[in-house]
């Protein structure tokens, strides 16, 4: 397949058709190609998703590490989606989002490890995507910084101020009755 056109929109089913090999992103039909994850990024993901596997383990809800496809704003056809991302980290608690493929529609759960590439379209254009599809909890993890924004729905259905914790912190995660993510072991390798 040629390499998607800047200026040219697509749609999920465009995405179906790329190689497999290559994650790709499309916001608002703009297709954007995802570098490989550094070591420091791959180590926080594991550790990140290690303790909510451990925690989600017997119950109903799953956490998926990426390569993980998230199709939101399904609505009539799901092949004409516009936004497809692969966060690093998404929990599922409504099983019937879930397909073969990935999750339809939006999870409850999303955490991005920001980048030096992809630092402003975590910040913005994902942040104001995820917040717009209902995403419940959106983490933004800053490894250099050692620090974790937490933005949490409220009633307007917009994420009010984020709460930050640093490394030396732990944090509930608010979706979960009794969750708690140590910070700590997540950024040691940092």
């Known amino acids: 397949m040629p390499l998607p056109k ?10 179906l058709t790329w190689d497999e090999n290559e994650r790709w992103e499309i916001l608002d039909g703009v297709a954007y190609m995802q570098a490989a994850s550094s070591r420091i990024h791959q180590e926080i993901l594991m550790e990140l ?24 704003d399904v609505e009539k056809n799901d092949v004409d989606v516009k936004n497809v991302v692969e966060p690093d ?6 099983s019937s989002k879930l397909d073969d493929r990935g999750c339809k529609g939006s999870p409850d ?22 917040e717009k ?5 959106y983490w933004v993890v800053e490894p ?14 917009r994420y009010g101020r984020p709460e930050m914790y640093t490394d030396e ?8 009755q009794d969750l708690e993510i140590d910070l700590k072991p997540v950024f040691d390798k940092v």
Do not use: H, W
Request: contains cysteine; charged residues 25%.
């Open 144 to 157: 250099d910084q050692k620090l974790v924004s937490v933005f949490t729905l409220q009633s307007d259905r």
């Open 133 to 137: 599809a209902g995403v419940e909890v």
């Open 109 to 130: 759960m999303i955490i991005e490890i920001i980048s030096p590439s992809t630092g402003k379209t975590d910040r913005f254009i994902k942040f104001n995507k995820y």
């Open 6 to 15: 800047p200026e040219q929109k697509y749609s999920y089913s465009d995405y």
């Open 169 to 176: 912190d732990k944090v509930k995660v608010s979706i979960f």
């Open 49 to 72: 998703s290690r303790q909510i596997s451990n925690y989600l383990s017997g119950k109903p809800c799953k956490v998926y590490p990426a390569p993980f496809c998230v199709r939101l």
């Open 89 to 94: 980290i998404t929990i599922v608690c409504d």
